[in-house]
């Protein structure tokens, strides 16, 4: 049984940044894509960034290029969301979502292909 807990989100003024650290615990293995997706009140959870296992092809959401970058350290079993040039529109909750294996840059978007996720932490951006 894997466990995921999300750390880091906060109330950040617009421009701001924010780095979530997600922490893997409990049976473990190197060898999962990893994804961060959020959810604002009334609306439907969404895709933000997803790494692959080595952590050599991220991807992410349009609302996230040039602003997110995510990454990760294997040796941690820790993923990461670094968040910068924050708007109000990125208020959400944040949740990490794990697979195992490999997935494709399509299916690595895909809310459905995930079975272990996290609590979530609220990260609100004032304007």
């Known amino acids: 049984q894997v466990k995921l807990v999300e750390s880091g989100g906060s109330l950040v003024q617009a421009g701001g940044s924010l780095r979530l650290a997600c922490d893997a615990s409990?049976?473990?293995?190197?060898?999962?894509?990893m994804a961060w997706f959020r959810q604002a009140p009334g609306k439907e959870r969404e895709f933000v960034a997803g790494?692959?296992?080595?952590?050599?092809?991220?991807v992410y959401a349009d609302a996230a290029k040039d602003r997110f970058t995510v990454s990760r350290d294997n040796s941690k079993n820790t993923v990461y969301l670094q968040m910068n040039s924050l708007k109000p529109d990125d208020t959400a909750v944040y949740y990490c979502?794990?697979?195992?294996?490999?997935?494709?840059?399509?299916?690595?978007?895909?809310?459905?292909?995930?079975?272990?996720w996290g609590q979530g932490t609220q990260v609100t951006v004032s304007s």
């Open positions: 979502a794990l697979v195992p294996g490999y997935t494709t840059a399509k299916s690595i978007r895909d809310r459905r292909l995930y079975k272990t």
């Open positions: 409990g049976r473990t293995s190197t060898v999962v894509s």
């Open positions: 790494i692959s296992p080595h952590g050599d092809t991220p």
